[in-house]
């Protein structure tokens, strides 16, 4: 399998990363499924899988300790950007964030940063409005136990 940049680019704080260091599980055009470190070291967290559902506008990850135990799912409101030329992904984070815990508390997150990045221009009216369907999608998907998404199922951290 050819390995792709991937870029993920952060509106607050602002920044772009190279994570194509990330180990390629699986690529199709709706799906990269992914297994990757800290990019920095945490105490909470050491790694997980990903997958970014290309066509969804959904990263859903599963977060594991050190020990590899399993933590809990988080899920990021994204858009994908893909430059064939290039073979680059850019997967940006529209910054609501869900956290879903196995004994089933669902957290949602940044909802303040949404506001703060409309407030300052970073992402326009048309890219918080879809961030925002997509969420209602997939927090229906979970009221509605329907998640995580079948197509999660069998990976191993």
């Known amino acids: 399998m050819k390995k792709p940049t991937v870029l993920r680019r952060r509106y607050i704080p602002l920044e772009l990363v190279d994570i194509s260091d990330d180990e390629m599980l ?8 992914t297994r990757w470190s800290s990019i920095r070291p945490r105490m909470d967290i050491s790694g997980g899988i990903s997958f ?3 066509n969804r506008g959904y990263k859903v990850g599963r977060f594991y300790d050190s020990n590899r135990n399993f ?4 899920c990021d409101i ?6 064939r ?3 680059t992904y850019t997967i940006n984070d ?3 964030d869900i956290k879903i815990y196995p004994d089933g508390r669902v957290v949602l997150l940044d909802a303040d940063e949404m506001a703060q990045a409309m407030e300052e221009g970073l992402v326009s009216c048309e890219q918080a409005s879809k961030a925002l369907k997509t969420l209602d999608d997939l927090l229906r998907m ?8 079948p197509e999660c199922a069998g990976w191993e951290f």
């Not at 979970?142 to 998404?149: A, D, R």
Request: proline content about 6%; hydrophobic content about 35%; glycine content about 6%.
């Open 142 to 149: 979970i009221y509605g136990g329907n998640f995580p998404p």
């Open 94 to 96: 529209l910054l609501l």
């Open 78 to 83: 994204i858009e994908t950007e893909y430059d």
């Open 71 to 74: 933590l809990y799912w988080y």
């Open 26 to 33: 699986h690529r199709s055009d709706d799906l990269l499924v």
């Open 52 to 54: 970014t559902f290309l």
């Open 85 to 87: 030329r290039t073979d």
